[in-house]
């Protein structure tokens, strides 16, 4: 895909993903907006949003319940993974409520990650092995938090929590959409009403900090919030909204800004500079999972930002992969604003803490861009092989970065 302005939707000569899939199948769709279905194919939201359309698609579902009853692998060892995880067991009790504070005194924010975690790990498991008693137990989960909770608060990670456990409890809640004994209706309401606002507050004001203060991480989850209650609530305008700042956001999460540096054949492949590259690598991976959430969703809409700009964000995690393979790579001095002075800081050599730590977020990657497009991604690849098959929250230590993505991805992208 050629590259394209980071404030245009599409340019001429060629059709978008969503595009093609009118094409394919929503001739009439397209008809019906008239003249308008061109200008808008690649940048507005879909006319009709898919469901189950978040990190998993219908024939992901159907792909994992076919394999794993066939007890094929990769996704039977990834199944063996979800079903060993306590955090799957239908008989999890949730501790739902009102008020969840992340940063400062009286912090209770591990029994809100706890939770999402089983509650999305036991949707995974009806939606595979058809078991109605973990459908029951993600449902009473999900109902209990959206019937409860109130308020997010904290610090300035209160936004770090609603960015993060906002969109990973949509994402369980799209997998439970259509089961009876789940409210859909209230899991919305609550989300637009609680995670909504504080995740249109820092994408719009970032905390009245300076504009470069808050690493791209903290962008990251809020945009793939918005867009997962955008998502779950068929709400056009919100979906806009994170594809909008994935392409021309001010803060470090959009695209130019979370990959400031290319570089052009290193080795023989393309590399790209993440802006978290310079501080430490927990947060650089975390970051190829913040970003790698909000591609899978979109291009389950039929967005393909996981493209965008000359696949930009594959050079990023060529970059990241190679890294944390104990290789080499290139830096150029990364130098941003702090505070609310935007006080200026400078790294001049990659973080090497946590190098090598193991995060389930390469699966994703490499059957997106290894598989499904058939590109030669050796070190996302490389990365993804050492680490399979994927965990989830529970499987990487107790603290809020092992439940930083969802995971399982063996089981749910192996093609």
């Keep these: 895909m ?3 302005s980071p404030h245009t939707h599409h340019e001429g000569g060629g059709l978008s993903r969503r595009g093609l899939l009118k094409t394919a199948g929503g001739l009439t769709a397209a008809l019906a907006v008239g003249t308008t279905a061109t200008a808008t194919t690649a940048g507005a939201a879909p006319a009709t949003f898919t469901h189950p359309g978040m990190l998993h698609n219908a ?28 955090h799957s067991r239908s008989t999890w009790t949730n501790r739902a409520t009102a008020t969840i504070i992340r940063g400062g005194t009286g912090e209770n924010y591990p029994q809100l990650y706890n939770d999402i975690a089983a509650a999305y790990q036991n949707a995974l498991r009806w939606k595979v092995a058809g ?13 209990a938090w959206s019937r409860t909770l109130t308020t997010v608060t904290g ?4 936004f770090l929590a609603a960015g993060l ?37 820092f994408l719009t004001g970032h ?55 290319l570089y052009g054949n290193v080795e023989g492949y393309d590399l790209g500079q993440w802006q978290e590259s310079g501080r430490d690598q ?16 979109a291009w389950n809409q039929g967005d393909d930002l996981y493209s965008y700009d000359g696949r930009r964000f594959m050079k990023a995690a060529q970059y990241v992969a190679k890294y944390n393979l104990n290789m080499d790579v290139p830096f ?27 995060r389930p977020v390469w699966a994703m990657l490499h059957y997106h861009y290894g598989r499904r497009l058939l590109l030669d991604d050796k070190y996302i690849a490389q990365m993804c092989f050492s680490v399979a098959p994927e965990g989830g929250g529970g499987d990487y230590g107790t603290t809020s970065g092992g439940f930083d993505q969802l995971g399982f991805g063996t089981l749910m992208y192996a093609k």
């Design 282 to 297: 927990g947060h650089t991976v975390m970051g190829m999972g913040q970003m790698g959430a909000l591609c899978e969703m």
């Design 155 to 158: 610090n300035a990670d209160r």
């Design 2 to 4: 050629s590259r394209t």
């Design 165 to 201: 456990y906002g969109w990973q409890f949509a994402n369980a809640c799209e997998l439970m959409r259509d089961h009876p004994a789940f409210d859909l209706a209230a899991a919305q309401d609550m989300l637009v009403r609680v995670f909504y606002p504080l995740n249109n507050q």
């Design 332 to 358: 150029t001095t990364y130098t941003w604003g702090t505070g609310q002075s935007c006080a200026q800081q400078s790294q001049t050599v990659p973080g090497s803490a946590s190098r090598g730590q193991v």
């Design 207 to 261: 905390n009245d900090a300076c504009i470069t203060n808050y690493w791209a991480n903290w962008d990251l989850c809020n945009m793939a919030s918005v867009m997962a209650i955008g998502i779950l609530t068929d709400n056009a305008a919100k979906y806009d909204q994170a594809v909008t700042y994935f392409k021309s956001g001010a803060g470090n999460g959009s695209i130019q800004h979370a990959v400031p540096f």
């Design 131 to 143: 078991t109605e008693a973990n459908a029951q137990c993600a449902a009473n989960i999900l109902n």
């Design 59 to 86: 024939g992901d579902i159907n792909r994992a319940k076919v394999r794993v009853a066939a007890g094929d692998d990769p996704w039977l060892s990834g199944w063996n993974r979800l079903t060993a995880n306590s």
